[in-house]
């Protein structure tokens, strides 16, 4: 049984809608427009293949953490971290993992939020049927005119922001909960609708042994640590968003069946994502290889601009697109806004208004860095690529291997055999996956992108 605690910013109303708000958080821009392009990039089946690896030995094990740790903390992440650090007799300085994980957030919102403007964007494009009969360079075009374009990038931005945080202000079951309640099932019946008619398309075939025919002469010692990042990111692990979540969750929910659940629907969203997007492309003769991270918004509308009621499809990938999104973004705001109540008292909508001016502050650096500001590199990236970089590969990763160290080696085995709920054999697995393979897989990995050891 979990520690007899309650948070003070409420409950979720039962072990379903965490399961809801926490693949909300999960399934996101990773999936559909992150996840796509990386595997493209990547080889195909070989990245799939290393990626569900890094799933289920690292991201399942250190998601089961921090599901109890948040449960049994019931704080925001960073009083979490110091209560149990203090509960179970370590340095209090423990809490820097959860303040590492609040900045993450913070950076993950500055361009997360840009790109989902871009969503909010293309649906307006769709609507208004520009896509029909483009050709490369007219969808090329679009693309451009709206990323050179700061007022309209800013528009996006603000919108979506706002979007954040009038949800994350009603609190948890008027805002959090009724959101995902609604936008999760629709995101879910328009991924299938989409997969529905590309598996009609000529290309789906060629799709599948994209996608999972391993091919490993594209694999090179980084693209583990590319798989590792995406699991990261994909899963929201390392940054306190699933620890903010499970501080919220019922102390009867079984946590690690619960975990199994969120990693399940995640990974099959990112492979249905692919299974949407490549046989459309394929079909029409154009290859994922080429788009990086314009894929979605520049080579798939391509696609969709010569099919039967392209638009209308384009609209429904958009829309599920920045559901996703939404749902995605909420999470990263509520540790942050959680953390403010706490610390301050200020009333929820007064933290979740001062969070999210904040984010959006720093996300006018990213939005910037698209076009005026395309010059200023530091260490050869813009402020958009360097606030990817350092949250996506450095920091989640970091942020997980302190997480899983914490729950492996610090935490009395009283207090995570009681939340978790394992027998004997199960217990034993998650405490090696967590002392030894999670700590271990990221650490090689975090030496290899430092030194470049392997090669
Ligand atoms: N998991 C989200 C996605 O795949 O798009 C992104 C994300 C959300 C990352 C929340 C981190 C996080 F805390």
Redesign the pocket.
């Known amino acids: 049984m979990s520690a007899n605690r309650t948070s003070v910013h409420g409950q979720w109303s039962s072990r379903w809608i965490f399961i809801l708000a926490a693949t909300g958080?999960?399934?996101?821009?990773?999936?559909?427009?992150?996840?796509p392009y990386i595997t493209a990039e990547h080889g195909g089946g070989a990245f799939v293949l290393i990626y569900l690896v890094c799933i289920v030995l690292v991201g399942l094990p250190i998601m089961m953490s921090e599901i109890l740790l948040g449960r049994r903390g019931r704080r925001s992440p960073i009083h979490t971290m110091a209560a149990l650090a203090e509960e179970e007799g370590h340095s209090k300085h423990w809490r820097l993992v959860g303040v590492m994980?609040v900045f993450?957030?913070f950076f993950?919102l500055t361009f997360?939020s840009i790109v989902a403007g871009w969503t909010l964007a293309y649906m307006a494009r769709a609507v208004s049927g520009v896509f029909a009969d483009a050709s490369a360079q007219q969808t090329g075009a679009i693309f451009n005119a709206l990323v050179s374009d700061p007022e309209r990038l800013l528009a996006w931005h603000t919108i979506f922001m706002i979007m954040t945080v009038s949800v994350v202000s009603r609190g948890i079951k008027q805002g959090l909960e009724q959101a995902v309640r609604y936008l999760m099932p629709a995101l879910l019946l328009l991924l299938l609708l989409l997969v529905g008619y590309s598996m009609t398309t000529p290309g789906f075939a060629e799709a599948l042994s994209y996608l999972f025919k391993p091919d490993f002469s594209q694999v090179g010692a980084s693209t583990v640590l590319i798989a590792l990042g995406q699991a990261?990111?994909?899963?929201?692990?390392?940054?306190?968003?699933?620890m903010t979540y499970g501080s919220y969750l019922s102390g009867s929910a079984h946590i690690p069946r619960t975990t199994v659940s969120i990693g399940i629907m995640?990974t099959s969203v990112?492979l249905l994502a692919g299974l949407a997007i490549f046989p459309i492309m394929f079909s029409v003769g154009l290859h994922p290889h080429e788009g990086g991270p314009g894929l979605i918004f520049k080579i798939l509308p391509i696609a969709f601009g010569q099919m039967a009621y392209g638009n209308v499809l384009a609209f429904i990938f958009f829309t599920l697109l920045m559901f996703?999104?939404w749902t995605?973004?909420l999470?990263?705001l509520e540790?942050v806004t959680a953390w403010l109540v706490e610390k301050t008292g200020y009333s929820r909508l007064r933290a979740a208004i001062s969070a999210g001016v904040v984010a959006w502050a720093l996300g006018l650096g990213s939005l910037l860095s698209l076009n005026l500001w395309s010059e200023v590199t530091l260490f050869g990236m813009t402020f958009f690529d360097l606030m990817e970089h350092l949250s996506?590969n450095i920091m989640?990763p970091v942020g997980g291997l302190l997480i899983a160290v914490f729950a492996g080696w610090f935490m009395s085995r009283s207090a995570t055999s009681a939340e978790l709920g394992l027998g004997n054999g199960a217990y034993l697995a998650w405490k090696v996956a967590t002392r030894f393979i999670a700590p271990a897989g990221v650490i090689l990995i975090l030496l290899q992108e430092l030194f470049g050891f392997l090669g």
């Open positions: 958080s999960a399934v996101g821009l990773g999936n559909i427009w992150r996840f994980g993450a957030g993950i997360y990261f990111f994909s899963l929201s692990l390392g940054m306190g968003a699933i995640d990112a996703a999104a995605s973004s999470s990263i540790p996506v989640l």
